[in-house]
């Protein structure tokens, strides 16, 4: 089972709205990750949780709020987003947090901030 | 920052066609990654690299990490409309917990 699950599929928000986005791996994986994609360009690191303590953030604004509820779970959530916020957001996980040796993606949140 | 050239950046072929892809980058990774995406989903891994001079295989598909470490090529063989998509590199190195991706190669197959 090579499966990262997120919820939900697709969001569409206010900038005034609270919504929260949720990823699941049952792979026993140390590490998980958020990167966020823009139509036809590659994904950005937003943040890296290791053994569930947040390890990377990428100087991603404060209206985007990590949190790992423990070693399978991991939320984002969002606040007072912008316009320009909308994308692709991919939850990602990885055995090992140093050596990303393979590192497996879920499907997805497209998320459309109005 | 880092940054990995992934080449060609868009390419159109007929069906039954090879198709090359490769990525190059200045500095060393100890890790090439290739996944393909298709569009709203999320990419999927087709090829893990661990070795200088690995060749992978994976189906149609072949990738080899190069020998001096920079760089990557994939190989599609017998190109089908289902590999239709975008495909990316990634390079990773050890203890820095993060991959480098390429800009992507869109891959448009005419039946």
């Known amino acids: 089972d090579t499966e990262v699950t997120q919820t939900p599929k697709h969001l569409v928000m206010g900038m005034t709205n609270k919504k929260s986005l949720k990823c699941e791996q049952h792979?026993?994986?140390?590490?998980m990750y958020w990167y966020k994609q823009k139509a036809k360009k590659p994904p950005e690191l937003m943040f890296v949780y290791s053994y569930e303590k947040l390890s990377i953030n990428e100087s991603v604004p404060s209206r985007f709020s990590p949190e790992c509820p423990n070693s399978s779970l991991l939320n984002l959530h969002l606040h007072a987003l912008q316009p320009e916020d909308s994308a692709l957001y991919l939850c990602?996980?990885?055995?090992?947090?140093?050596?990303?040796?393979?590192?497996?993606f879920g499907s997805g949140t497209q998320l459309s901030v109005l | 920052g880092q940054q990995l050239n992934q080449s060609p950046q868009s390419m159109f072929i007929q069906e039954g066609e090879d198709v090359s892809m490769n990525c190059t980058s200045s500095s060393i990774f100890n890790t090439w990654l290739w996944y393909k995406q298709d569009p709203g989903e999320g990419p999927v891994l087709l090829i893990a690299l661990y070795k200088a001079g690995e060749l992978t295989s994976n189906g149609r598909l072949t990738a080899q990490f190069g020998i001096t470490r920079k760089d990557s090529f994939l190989n599609i063989s017998a190109s089908i409309p289902s590999d239709v998509g975008i495909y990316f590199c990634?390079?990773?190195?050890?203890?820095?917990?993060?991959?480098?991706f390429g800009q992507g190669t869109t891959l448009q197959v005419k039946p």
């Open positions: 990634a390079g990773g190195k050890s203890n820095t917990g993060k991959l480098i």
């Open positions: 792979m026993g994986h140390r590490a």
């Open positions: 990602a996980s990885s055995q090992d947090p140093g050596s990303v040796e393979k590192l497996f």
